[in-house]
């Protein structure tokens, strides 16, 4: 499943956290899958694109990160899986 995951920075801790992921990545636990992301142009906040079949994954991901930003977890599917959807269903 994919998921759009919202990292809202906390108290302009976005400064604290690149130095952190150069030295240490994404401390993501095995079974998730980063796959893109992106940052506000304000800073505030970053969109990461996370693959995963076991949500409980999340949990252990959040406790380590939790005194820099809250995490906003969303299940996403692609647009070309939704068109698919869409246009294929008999009430359309």
Same mark, same amino acid.
């Given at each position: 499943?994919?998921?759009?995951?919202?990292?809202?920075?906390?108290?302009?801790?976005? !400064?604290?956290? $690149? =130095?952190?992921?150069? !030295? !240490?990545?994404? %401390?993501? =636990?095995?079974?998730?899958? $980063?796959?893109?992301?992106?940052?506000?142009?304000?800073?505030?906040?970053?969109? #990461?694109?996370?693959?995963?079949?076991?949500?409980?994954?999340? #949990?252990?991901?959040?406790? #380590?990160? #939790?005194?820099?930003?809250?995490?906003? %977890?969303?299940?996403?599917?692609?647009?070309?899986?939704? %068109? !698919?959807?869409?246009?294929?269903? =008999?009430?359309?």
């Amino acid at each position: 499943m994919l998921f759009m995951v919202v990292e809202h920075f906390k108290d302009d801790k976005n !400064k604290d956290i $690149y =130095p952190l992921l150069q !030295k !240490k990545s994404r %401390i993501m =636990p095995d079974g998730l899958k $980063y796959l893109d992301s992106w940052i506000s142009a304000d800073f505030s906040r970053c969109f #990461q694109l996370i693959e995963c079949d076991d949500t409980d994954l999340f #949990q252990e991901w959040v406790s #380590q990160w #939790q005194d820099l930003f809250e995490l906003e %977890i969303i299940p996403v599917v692609t647009s070309k899986n939704t %068109i !698919k959807i869409v246009t294929t269903s =008999p009430s359309h």
